[in-house]
């Protein structure tokens, strides 16, 4: 999406068949992105800050101590000023299985020392298997203070 428009854009997973996808359809797109096989908790390897980071149904994941290690990953590629965009799971989805619930307060707390949580608006990530509608998510803006 961010090469689409015309934005230099590097995408991270620790699965070597999801990258191989995501390297597909760029190419089907005639888009062109950087696509690496990386662990989001050692961001800090990477040695490259960037303005925005783009988290699409990651941080509801991890369990408590790698929240606060993924955190840690993000603030070292993010410098001040920079945004943060995340889609995660939300607790307002009925139902006891699949992905983690995240509460707004598990969010703010996790990004409390050194970031600002502009937003968070209720929103859906489309599943195949969890909800035909759509599973409820909540879809955060945060800023790297």
Known sequence: MAARLGH??????????AIAIAQGKAR????TARFLVWNALQLSDLNEQFDSVLDSGLFHV???DD?????DSLRAVLPPGGRMYML???DRQPGDWGPRRVTQH???ASFRDGWQVDSIEASTIGTLNLDPHGARAWRVSISRT
């Open 8 to 17: 230099e854009a590097t995408g991270i997973d620790t699965a070597q068949t």
């Open 28 to 31: 089907d797109r005639g888009v």
């Open 62 to 64: 991890f369990d408590d």
């Open 67 to 71: 929240r606060v290690q993924y955190v």
């Open 88 to 90: 995660c799971f939300s």
């Open 106 to 108: 598990e969010i703010r």
